[in-house]
């Protein structure tokens, strides 16, 4: 089990690191049309997609993100836990 355990708490965090670039991006008017954005928001929107389907958009604010980190941070904290095994 330890070998999943590795590989799901590597692939968490990398898909953390692109949501969060992803929220940055979006902070600061990142430019959609560049290269960068293009390949984050590829990474990032199979996992948001779903969620934004889900919970409601409050205002102006989609919170899809915030809710994709949780489950991410679960879903690394489960693969340390599979190594442990």
Same mark, same amino acid.
């Given at each position: #089990?330890?070998?999943?355990?590795?590989?799901? !708490?590597?692939?968490?965090?990398? &898909? &953390?690191?692109?949501?969060?670039?992803?929220?940055?991006? %979006?902070?600061?008017?990142?430019?959609? *049309?560049?290269? /960068?954005?293009?390949? /984050?928001? *590829?990474? !990032? *929107? +199979?996992?948001?997609?779903?969620?934004? %389907?889900?919970?409601?958009?409050?205002? #102006?604010?989609?919170? %899809? +993100? #915030?809710?994709? !980190?949780?489950?991410?941070?679960?879903?690394? %904290? &489960?693969? !340390?836990?599979?190594?442990?095994?």
């Amino acid at each position: #089990m330890q070998p999943l355990g590795l590989f799901i !708490t590597v692939v968490a965090y990398v &898909l &953390l690191i692109a949501v969060i670039i992803r929220i940055i991006f %979006s902070w600061i008017g990142f430019d959609p *049309e560049n290269p /960068i954005a293009q390949v /984050i928001q *590829e990474i !990032t *929107e +199979p996992i948001l997609a779903p969620i934004r %389907s889900v919970m409601p958009r409050i205002g #102006m604010f989609d919170l %899809s +993100p #915030m809710a994709a !980190t949780f489950l991410l941070i679960i879903l690394a %904290s &489960l693969g !340390t836990r599979l190594q442990s095994v």
